[in-house]
């Protein structure tokens, strides 16, 4: 059975970094790209970033809002992704998920981790 | 980066009911389409892919098609599980994709 469990989030002032993860098990890791997620309270979703496979030389890409402050690794020893969020805003509050990416379409998810980021 | 407009953003229905819900893309997108079903406190959940495939495990009740840069997704007959809030997602590029704003589908 696919299973994707994110972790890592918790109450962050503005302005300091997290790290969540991402770990996976009950498929071939390496063979997929990742994308991550995230959720407003009471918004719609949207896309942060997404790291390829090792076969697309784990390429990522990143969503405007969050370029150059966050960025995507992957440990395919480990069948685990991360996201590091850095210099994190109000505006980065939300539920965070990661998704087995096979091109596109995201048909396993996480459990979503809440990140809040406040004073 | 390509938009996508939804609609209509709530829905009203009844059990047996057909329903329709809409998305429209800022530019051709072929049929990198998806749609999503999320219930409160819940991950997203894949119905609809390549604007009209069907997820296994999905029931036949929902279906997806394409006409251009519009997008439809249909229940033919609403069943009470189906309450729940509906996101259409573009993936032409890897580098950004897009969803719609949602539409949440309430019991009548």
């Known amino acids: 059975e696919v299973q994707m469990v994110e972790s890592g989030g918790g109450l962050i002032k503005p302005g300091r970094s997290l790290r969540l993860s991402c770990t996976t098990s009950?498929?071939?890791?390496?063979?997929?790209?990742l994308s991550w997620f995230r959720q407003a309270p009471g918004k719609g979703l949207e896309w942060v970033g997404f790291?390829?496979?090792?076969?697309?030389?784990?390429?990522?890409e990143y969503a405007a809002s969050v370029k150059g402050r966050f960025f995507i690794s992957r440990d395919d020893s480990k069948s685990i992704a991360h996201l590091h969020m850095n210099s994190l805003r109000i505006e980065d509050t939300g539920v965070y998920y990661c998704?087995?990416?096979?091109?596109?379409?995201?048909?396993?998810w996480g459990q979503g981790t809440l990140v809040t980021v406040s004073s | 980066d390509i938009q996508m407009t939804q609609s209509p953003s709530t829905l009203s229905a009844s059990v047996g009911d057909r329903v329709t819900i809409t998305c429209r893309a800022s530019?051709?997108?072929?049929?990198?389409l998806a749609w999503y079903q999320q219930k409160p406190g819940k991950a997203p959940e894949l119905l609809i892919y390549?604007?009209?495939a069907l997820e296994s495990g999905v029931p036949s009740r929902f279906s997806g098609s394409r006409s251009g840069t519009n997008f439809t997704l249909t229940i033919s007959s609403l069943q009470p599980d189906d309450f729940a809030t509906y996101y259409c997602?573009?993936?032409?590029?890897?580098?950004?994709?897009?969803f719609g704003q949602g539409t949440k589908l309430e019991i009548k």
């Open positions: 998704g087995r990416d096979a091109f596109g379409v995201i048909a396993k």
């Open positions: 009950g498929f071939a890791f390496g063979e997929y790209g």
């Open positions: 790291i390829g496979s090792k076969a697309s030389d784990g390429t990522t």
């Open positions: 530019r051709s997108i072929d049929d990198w």
């Open positions: 390549k604007a009209s």
């Open positions: 997602q573009q993936y032409k590029s890897s580098s950004s994709y897009t």
